[in-house]
């Protein structure tokens, strides 16, 4: 099982490690492990076998995951197509509650046209709400509630 993300956390600071050790400790390759030593991992020495001090590679992959992050503007989106943030298309969303204080807001790239979201807090939808237009869609009404009788005549 090798994994895309490596999970930092699960390495020790005071503790050195060979390319093998990382290897299994992170479910990476170790030919994963050689090509981060390639890229800057700093070792221990050039001795064999390659050692390399816990903290130096938790630094290692928090910079590397920090490089790929995208962050995102207030009245911008992430479209998961585009691989970048975006403002919506026509400046409009919709607000879809999730709980009573989150919810996610949906609206379209300008580009692709693939539907784009973004959880927010509804104290910091103030925000947005002046860059971007936003709908709150309302819950249909319940049947008891309608003054119009319902067509369905299969009760008779």
């Known amino acids: ?10 390495v020790k600071i005071h503790r050195s490690y060979t390319v093998e050790e990382i290897a299994s400790l992170l479910f990476s ?4 492990v050689r090509e981060w030593i390639r890229c800057g991992l700093p070792t221990i020495d ?5 050692m390399v001090q816990g903290r130096e590679l ?35 969303v919709d607000y879809l509650p999730i709980t009573e204080k989150v919810g996610n807001l949906r609206g379209l790239c300008p580009d692709c046209c693939s539907i784009m979201h973004r ?3 509804l104290a910091k ?27 369905n005549s299969d009760l008779k």
Do not use: W
């Open 58 to 92: 938790i630094t290692f992959l928090q910079a590397r995951r920090e490089r790929k992050r995208r962050h995102c503007q207030a009245d911008q989106m992430y479209c998961v197509r585009c691989h970048a943030p975006k403002c919506p298309a026509v400046g409009m």
């Open 119 to 121: 959880c927010v807090s």
């Open 29 to 32: 390759h170790k030919n994963t």
């Open 1 to 10: 099982m090798v994994k895309r993300h490596p999970n930092h956390r699960r």
């Open 46 to 50: 050039s001795g064999r076998p390659k």
């Open 125 to 151: 939808i103030g925000q947005i709400q002046g860059k971007i237009d936003i709908t709150f869609p309302q819950a249909l009404r319940h049947l008891r509630e309608t003054s119009q009788p319902t067509v």
